[in-house]
């Protein structure tokens, strides 16, 4: 008995088009947006140094660099279509920018004024915003695969 195997076809991949953002696409646009504007805002708001405190630079140069790591990765993440682990990576972020802000006052580095309720605000709001879309994302919301 003969059998007669039919040639399998593949479509070519456009490896060019760009990916969707998924369901979710304003969610993601306005936790990078909130992020964002937590950051830049803290920055702005920061007063002149009140005396160099050594170690606090250091956690705070560490701090930094971790926190602007998981922002970009986070955002890159959200841009790929991938929610769940973009949307944790902000929300780390966004918890590193607010122990960042509460470490300020609490090392010595600046004194306690107006400008850390400011930053508080911001980063808070940033942290509120990127849990609640972590927690509103589904335990499996990879994208579908090419």
Known sequence: MTQVVEPVTFEPVDREARPEFGSDKRLAIAVIVTGLVAYFGS???EPPLHH????WVAIADVG?????????????SLMRGRQR?????TT??????????????????HT???WWGGQMALSLAFA????????LQPRD???AAE
């Open 92 to 109: 780390g972020a966004a918890w590193t920018l607010v122990a960042l802000v509460v470490g300020c006052p609490a090392s010595g580095h």
């Open 64 to 76: 930094a660099t971790v926190f602007l790591g998981l922002a970009f990765y986070g955002a890159y």
């Open 85 to 89: 682990i973009g949307y944790a990576a």
């Open 43 to 45: 920055v702005a708001l």
């Open 128 to 135: 509120t915003v990127s849990t609640v879309a972590f927690k």
């Open 52 to 55: 160099e405190a050594g170690a």
């Open 141 to 143: 919301s990879r994208p």
């Open 112 to 114: 306690l004024g107006a």
